[in-house]
């Protein structure tokens, strides 16, 4: 199991982009998955984006598909959120998480996830 934690939070002009990084300490194994997930105030935490380490394939949820990018370095055991186009609405606290052997239905799951960083806030205001 890793230790993982973000970086890169802050305040970003509504249109603006901007990008997070989660950076793992201990070896991500070639059957783990990373993922990013994110929670508003008085809002469940939800799926963004998840990403095969080993493979490098990537999904979205429907709400960010087209805007954010998933993406790892590997020899850095870091990954990445790419995050275009912002508005109001991804305004949240960002976490990551990574599991191994996550199959491909539970991609989206928070249970799928053993391991969680503790959140790095994105704040999208004029």
């Known amino acids: 199991q890793v230790e993982l934690v973000e970086s890169g939070g802050g305040l970003v002009r509504p249109g603006g982009s901007h990008r997070i990084s989660c950076t793992a300490s201990?070896?991500?194994?070639?059957?783990?998955?990373m993922a990013w997930f994110r929670q508003s105030p008085g809002k469940e935490r939800e799926f963004v984006a998840a990403?095969?380490?080993?493979?490098?394939?990537?999904h979205y949820a429907d709400s960010v598909k087209g805007r954010f990018t998933i993406s790892r370095d590997k020899a850095q055991n870091t990954g990445y959120l790419q995050m275009e186009s912002l508005n109001v609405e991804d305004t949240a606290v960002y976490h990551c998480?990574?599991?191994?052997?996550?199959?491909?239905?539970?991609?989206?799951?928070?249970?799928?996830?053993?391991?969680w960083g503790p959140g790095t806030p994105v704040t999208v205001s004029s």
């Open positions: 998480a990574a599991g191994m052997g996550v199959i491909l239905s539970s991609l989206r799951m928070r249970d799928a996830y053993a391991s």
């Open positions: 201990g070896r991500m194994s070639s059957s783990s998955a």
């Open positions: 990403i095969r380490w080993s493979g490098g394939s990537t």
